[in-house]
């Protein structure tokens, strides 16, 4: 048998985190170095693996449900070589230093098992639930593999040069940054949006760092009941199109 489809073969790399193709992550184990991933994230694998589901804490339970932010994962462990894939995103793999990184957990598709994640408030002058108002911290050393639609826009952010985004279309940030979310409005009811653009909330960046964008807002995941009126029309609290994806990428 023949076909081009026999010039797709695994990625030979040292590396722990190797892009198989811009769509599919190859993960490396040597038996102690455990990997964690978003539940169902695994399409294929080689060698001895065991796949658990990752422990969480009450406290991380509780925070998750009241804010809609927080990772479900699994603990991937053992020796060989796994591989992961959601819904075809492009997929970017990040080193996390000293400097941290604010991320939406939908956008998380694995991590190192030795980085910490923590849920955070993000700054709204008008105290808006929904979109963009919750993010997740990841600090520590390690990689972080993280999805986008498309290939996105790294923005650099500077101290005279400060960048706003769309809060539907940010992927993740520098956790130095300053961060403020704000409604796009010529007035001060936040329901009314700027004339009839359609454009709606917004995160401004300042300090020094970096902001990653990607060219995709968020869109209704597969079966989801975004429901009716104003709520929903604005992405706000659980009646949003942000409300009915926690936990689950699709974006």
Known sequence: ??????????????????????QLLRVALTGHDDVLARKGAMVAYQGLMEFDGEYESNAQRRSRARTGEGLDLMRCSGQGTVYFANLAQYIHVVD??????????????????????EVIAVDSQYGISGTGKYQLNISG????????SG??????????????????????????????????????????????????????????????????????????????????????????AHGQNQNNAWN
Request: charged share 15%; proline share 4%; net charge negative.
């Open 96 to 117: 996390v230093d000293h400097d941290g990184l604010t991320v939406d957990s939908s956008y998380v598709l694995a991590l190192d098992s030795s980085l910490h994640t």
């Open 151 to 240: 290939q996105p826009l790294m923005m650099q952010v500077t101290p005279d040069k400060y960048v706003s985004a769309d809060a539907d279309a940010i992927v993740a940030w520098s956790t130095s940054l300053r961060v403020q979310m704000q409604a796009q409005t010529h007035s001060s009811g936040v329901f009314r949006r700027r004339g009839n653009t359609g454009e709606g909330w917004e995160l401004s960046f300042l300090g020094q760092g970096f902001a990653l964008v990607q060219p995709s807002e968020l869109m209704p995941p597969q079966n989801a009941q975004i429901g009716q009126g104003l709520a929903a029309q604005y992405g706000m609290g659980q009646h949003g």
């Open 1 to 22: 048998m023949q076909s081009s489809l026999f010039g797709l073969t695994e990625q030979q790399s040292q590396e722990r985190y190797t892009i198989q193709n811009p």
């Open 141 to 148: 050393t390690g990689k972080v593999a993280l999805m986008t």
